[in-house]
């Protein structure tokens, strides 16, 4: 008997460490229909401790270590001083989810705790912060083509 599966996967492949095969299911997903080739307690075995042992919160712990340079506790004093919510729109973690941290990917520096829509949208800003930039100057009073006057702000009687 074998697994209603996608045309292209096979109903078992072989692990590249244990050389056993093993049905689909046992191979972690990488999306896009494709699979890990490590089967899952191969896989687990050969990651590093950090991701194998403690509690999701020990866990994020390490992250914080490792990605940003800051313990737990410097996390939660960011937030109790942010006053509990994103820097930018205040809004507070969910139940499901932390804020991000928001860092600077030049330095490394860490700047503040986002949600991640504000984190997601200061990403994109960041990529073309210097076209805004001009185009607000160009155009922030409204379009002159339109008939505004670009330093008044005010619409300006057409000529005929």
Do not use: W
Request: proline fraction near 7%; charge should be positive.
């Amino acid at each position: 008997m074998t697994e209603t599966l996608g045309l292209s996967e096979k109903p078992h492949r072989v692990c590249k460490r244990c050389r056993t095969a093993k049905p689909v299911a046992a191979f972690h997903s990488m999306g896009r229909g494709r699979r890990r080739p490590l089967c899952a307690p191969c896989r687990s075995e050969t990651r590093p401790p950090e991701f194998r042992q403690g509690t999701p919160e020990e866990k994020y712990q390490g992250l914080l270590r490792r990605e940003y340079g800051i313990t737990l506790k410097q996390y939660r004093q960011m937030l109790a001083t942010q006053g509990g919510g994103c820097a930018i729109c205040g809004s507070p973690p969910s139940d499901k989810r932390r804020l991000a941290v928001d860092h600077c990917h030049s330095s490394g520096r860490v700047r503040a705790l986002l949600c991640v829509p504000c984190n997601t949208q200061l990403g994109s800003f960041e990529k073309i912060r210097h076209l805004a930039v001009e185009y607000l100057a160009r155009y922030g009073a409204g379009n002159p083509a339109l008939g505004y006057d670009t330093a008044s702000g005010t619409e300006v009687e057409e000529v005929a």
